[in-house]
């Protein structure tokens, strides 16, 4: 089993930033596909922006040019830089952890609450 546990959630203004961080539990970490993903009150969770083994990066278009994903294979750590937040990134962010070409288990975070205020 891999646990995954996100902090940096909070309440902003619009035009703030933001950073969120996802710590795995297993040293195998590097091996994960990381991502991103967000769900907003009444919407499906979607994803925001993902990170392969070898360091390619995917965004969905509203965050492109404001969001940026990186991880640190050596902390087990991915995080989530988010600048100029606007009041539709208002959701709960979750961390996943895609062990796609081993067990292939998805594994999640519990969730932490990004707000953000016009």
């Known amino acids: 089993q891999v646990q995954l546990v996100e902090s940096g959630g909070g309440l902003v203004q619009a035009g703030e930033s933001l950073g969120l961080s996802c710590v795995a539990s297993?040293?195998?970490?590097?091996?994960?596909?990381m991502a991103w993903y967000r769900q907003a009150p009444g919407k499906q969770r979607e994803l925001v922006a993902s990170?392969?083994?070898?360091?390619?990066?995917t965004y969905t278009a509203s965050v492109k040019g404001r969001f940026t994903i990186s991880r640190d294979n050596a902390r087990n750590t991915v995080s989530l830089q988010m600048n100029f937040l606007k009041p539709e990134d208002t959701a709960v962010y979750y961390c996943?952890?895609?062990?796609?070409?081993?067990?292939?288990?998805?594994?999640w975070g519990q969730g932490t609450q990004v707000t953000v205020s016009s």
């Open positions: 297993r040293s195998i970490f590097s091996r994960f596909v």
């Open positions: 996943s952890a895609d062990d796609r070409f081993y067990s292939g288990n998805t594994y």
């Open positions: 990170m392969t083994t070898s360091g390619s990066t």
